[in-house]
């Protein structure tokens, strides 16, 4: 047997590996198919006993329940076996329920805008793409489209772990009656793109203040004498950098690709775990899922040590603190209110009872949420 004829040999056996492969693939492709839509069917069913129970009740019904999302995907990923990491279950079963729910009801998400942004990517992510993103020009915008009823939830940046809280979001919540519904975490890569990619005619920077600062040292080895312009967002950047030759924009792949620009350098953040944390912001009170969190709103009494007691019985129930950030108390001169992150749900006995001690104490008490923890 010659050696041509060998490779013939094997060229064949391997077609005939790969043919009985494929169909396999196309019998699997077809039972999820039929699969997808045995769950889409189910999905239409829970909406109409939904309905029914809402109309014999008299009262809203929720069809997007955080909650339950969230013991789905925790479920799947604990029987996961492989090769799939758990974050891509994690990712395709969202987009299945994405799907679901917008036959039981579309929604309206609310972000801060323009398109392109990473908030709009982080809505994306949470809510899956089978759901309509609204930009608006604001925060404030995103709280009232809510609260007016022209989206059914909103997304809005509350920090980020190089340069810290934004504070126009939690000075929004002292006197808004919406709730946080979830969080969401997305890790930010930024990239430097421009029109023609021609590094030596860039002349200025577009970015968002933000993104500069997560930016800062990068750009003080690489582009220490060019002009750095803030504007409102890394997408308007984007796009102020497609109509000039001699600009540049600091942004995500989004609005990249979106304003067909070209990336001139990747990942250009100083920290390579910059990560943003958003809320999801909406009516209603979503249930324990197992793993949640609660996030306060807290002023003080005047009086020594009356943030000490605020915070002991947390630490008498057993309670850890994520995270306790201060704003100035509106209208109060040298007053201040205290946004506190928590692990747990309000209706957990330990957390229940330090709430209610907690609020004994307070001069102002505010549950802004108990709500499922984001994971990456």
């Not at 021609?198 to 060019?226: E, M, T």
Request: hydrophobic share 40%.
């Amino acid at each position: 047997m010659t050696a041509q004829t060998v490779r013939v040999k094997i060229a064949s056996m391997n077609d005939d590996a790969l043919e009985k492969l494929r169909k396999r693939i196309d019998t699997i492709d077809a039972q999820l198919l039929e699969l997808f839509n045995q769950r889409a069917s189910c999905a239409v069913d829970v909406a109409a006993v939904k309905r029914e129970l809402s109309e014999s009740l008299d009262e809203g019904v929720d069809f997007f329940r955080p909650d339950r999302e969230a013991q789905v995907i925790s479920r799947l990923k604990s029987l996961n076996q492989g090769p799939l990491s758990d974050d891509e279950i994690g990712r395709l079963i969202r987009e299945v329920m994405s799907a679901c729910l917008a036959l039981e009801q579309p929604l309206k998400i609310a972000y801060l805008g323009p398109e392109g942004t990473f908030t709009q990517s982080a809505a994306l992510k949470h809510f899956g793409h089978s759901v309509s993103t609204v930009p608006m020009s604001s925060i404030p915008d995103v709280f009232n489209s809510i609260e007016s009823g022209h989206a059914n939830y909103g997304l809005v940046p509350v920090e980020n772990s190089t340069e810290g809280v934004i504070s126009h979001t939690l000075d929004m919540f002292m006197d808004s009656k919406l709730k946080i519904c979830g969080e969401v975490e997305i890790r930010v890569h930024h990239h430097l793109a421009s029109k023609s990619q021609d590094v030596p005619q860039i002349k200025h920077i577009y970015s968002h203040q933000q993104s500069f600062a997560q930016c800062r040292h990068w750009l003080d080895q690489n582009f220490p004498g060019i002009e750095r312009i803030p504007v409102s967002s890394n997408a308007e950047a984007a796009r102020l950098a497609s109509v000039e030759s001699d600009a540049a924009a600091i942004c995500g792949l989004p609005a990249v690709e979106i304003f067909e620009l070209k990336i001139c350098f990747e990942n250009i953040e100083d920290l390579s775990d910059n990560t943003t944390r958003f809320v999801i912001i909406g009516g209603q009170h979503v249930g324990a899922s197992g793993n949640d969190k609660t996030s306060l709103l807290i002023s003080t009494k005047n009086i020594p040590g009356a943030l000490l007691g605020l915070l002991q019985p947390l630490a008498d129930h057993g309670i850890s603190m994520n995270k306790i950030e201060s704003r100035p108390a509106q209208g109060h001169k040298w007053a201040y209110v205290f946004f506190i992150d928590i692990d747990g749900h309000q209706n957990d006995k330990n957390v229940s009872e330090a709430l209610n001690e907690l609020q004994q104490q307070a001069a102002l008490f505010k549950i802004l949420g108990s709500y499922p923890k984001a994971s990456l």
